[in-house]
């Protein structure tokens, strides 16, 4: 089991940069794969990146060539680099951990593990 703590949130105007970051606790931290989220408002929790335990990386196309996930198994830690930030962007953004992919990269449901969510908010 593994317990997530996002950090790194916060208001930026449209093209600014932002870095997130999620600190893990628990054992076997590398074996999991670890997803970033975002749900914005009235909207559905969606993908946005995954780094897989062995470090490939999948993007939702809407934020590819913006954003960069990254992860140091040494520290626990997952990261998500925002670049180009628009005002769609504008989202409460959750890291998620699985072992086991059942469902898919993209789908919430492969993922047992959640943080609490820090929040993003873009100002054109």
């Known amino acids: 089991q593994v317990q997530l703590v996002e950090s790194g949130g916060g208001l930026v105007q449209a093209g600014d940069s932002l870095r997130l970051s999620c600190a893990a606790s628990?054992?076997?931290?590398?074996?999991?794969?670890m997803g970033w989220f975002r749900q914005a408002p009235g909207k559905e929790r969606e993908f946005v990146a995954v780094?897989?335990?062995?470090?490939?990386?999948l993007y939702a196309d809407s934020v590819k060539d913006r954003f960069t996930v990254s992860r140091d198994n040494a520290k626990n830690m997952v990261y998500l680099q925002m670049n180009s930030l628009k005002p769609e962007d504008t989202a409460v953004y959750y890291c998620a951990g699985t072992v086991v992919n059942a469902r898919g990269y993209t789908h919430t449901g492969s993922y047992p593990y959640w943080g609490q969510g820090t929040q993003v908010t873009v100002s054109s």
């Open positions: 780094i897989k335990s062995r470090g490939s990386e």
């Open positions: 628990g054992r076997a931290f590398s074996i999991y794969d």
